[in-house]
């Protein structure tokens, strides 16, 4: 029993401290400016083969650094961020509203 209750309190501090560290990474200063800027994560099926990824990677940067008010855009396979961490589509100027789906105009970028 002694022991059980050990390894249950050992635990416990594990998960407090991973938590306080996880909180500690996502407040640490990332190095740049990210008020007006939107991450956006577009997944292509493998199927469509490497050239093809390519090409609508270079299709979608294209629409993108013509669209107005675009001062840069960049494409990248590996983002700022790796996984879920809160963060979604979003502006600036319309924050995120909890439980509200993203829905963009079709056959906009």
């Given at each position: 029993?002694?022991?059980?209750?050990?390894?249950?309190?050992a635990l416990l501090?594990?998960?407090?401290?991973l938590v306080?560290?996880?909180?500690s990474v996502l407040s640490v200063d990332r190095g740049f400016d990210a008020e007006n800027?939107?991450?956006?994560?577009v997944s292509i099926p493998r199927a469509f083969g490497p050239e093809r990824i390519v090409q609508i990677g270079d299709e979608i940067l294209a629409r993108l650094q013509t669209a107005p008010d675009v001062v840069a855009a960049t494409v990248s396979g590996?983002?700022?961020?790796?996984g879920s961490t809160g963060m979604g589509i979003g502006a600036a100027d319309q924050p995120d509203v909890p439980g509200q789906r993203f829905?963009?105009?079709r056959g906009a970028m």
């Open positions: 029993m002694a022991a059980q209750v050990a390894i249950a309190v501090v594990g998960a407090g401290l306080r560290s996880l909180l800027r939107l991450l956006v994560t590996r983002p700022l961020t790796r829905r963009g105009r």
